[in-house]
């Protein structure tokens, strides 16, 4: 089973219309994110959380919401649905490794939640 | 100007070929550089990671940075259509530990190796 998964894999809505993209994971790390994926702009960082009661925004989350239902459960909200925010929608999760300076944040990122707004 | 450039390509190559990926940066302040592989359909996942300058080889795989220039590079050798993906670079100023490790990511190469 993989050990970081989305809920849907692809969805289709209208503008106005409120979603909800779920993210669970197995690997046991506290620190989950949220990330959209455009063609020619990369990834950009939505949310990110560090634990249960750790939420963040990141670079870009103006029209969404999270919610860290538990640890292994992290939820992004489109409360209000339009289309640019069409995209490819990813979790992730890390487990920071240590201070050592070769440690690092590495992140493993879901399959992905294709999101088509009308 | 972003912060990480990378040529989104598309690269094409025949199997066998040398392939050379680059990003360029402009925040001095980055030291952990990571190259993410992205097949179709599918989330990335981590390739190599350095720390500062210099090279990291793991297989058919070689990472270099150079930070005088602000550039890195991920080269793969002896290229196999498995390779094709998207070919992701990120950068982050620190580890993580109590504050967040924020990656930067390029725009994305997408490769392609046909046989």
């Known amino acids: 089973d993989a050990d970081v998964t989305q809920t849907p894999r692809n969805r289709i809505t209208k503008t106005g219309k409120r979603i909800m993209l779920e993210c669970s994971q197995t690997?046991?790390?506290?620190?989950m994110y949220w990330y959209r994926q455009d063609p020619g702009l990369g990834l950009r960082l939505i949310y990110y959380?560090?634990?249960?009661?750790?939420?963040n925004k990141g670079e870009i989350s103006d029209g969404y919401s999270v919610s860290r239902q538990a640890q292994a459960k992290f939820s992004l909200s489109l409360e209000s649905a339009i289309p640019n925010q069409t995209a490819l929608y990813f979790c992730?999760?890390?487990?920071?490794?240590?201070?050592?300076?070769?440690?690092?944040?590495?992140?493993?990122f879901g399959p992905g939640t294709r999101l088509t707004v009308l | 100007q972003k912060e990480v450039e990378q040529d989104p390509g598309p690269l094409s190559v025949p199997e066998g070929a040398i392939v050379s990926l680059n990003c360029t940066y402009s925040?001095?302040?980055?030291?952990?550089f990571m190259w993410y592989r992205q097949y179709s359909r599918k989330g990335p996942e981590l390739l190599m990671y350095?720390?500062?300058?210099g090279n990291k080889e793991d297989g058919r795989f070689t990472a270099q940075v150079d930070k005088s220039s602000k550039y890195i590079s991920l080269f793969i050798r002896d290229s196999q259509p498995s390779d094709s993906a998207t070919y992701l670079c990120?950068?982050?100023?620190?580890?993580?530990?109590?504050?967040?490790?924020?990656?930067?990511f390029g725009q994305g190469t997408i490769l392609t190796v046909h046989p």
């Open positions: 992730a999760t890390s487990d920071f490794g240590g201070t050592s300076a070769l440690s690092t944040d590495t992140q493993y």
């Open positions: 690997k046991g790390h506290d620190r």
């Open positions: 959380s560090f634990d249960v009661k750790d939420i």
């Open positions: 925040n001095s302040a980055f030291q952990y």
């Open positions: 350095t720390y500062s300058s």
């Open positions: 990120a950068m982050s100023a620190n580890a993580g530990g109590t504050s967040y490790g924020k990656l930067t």
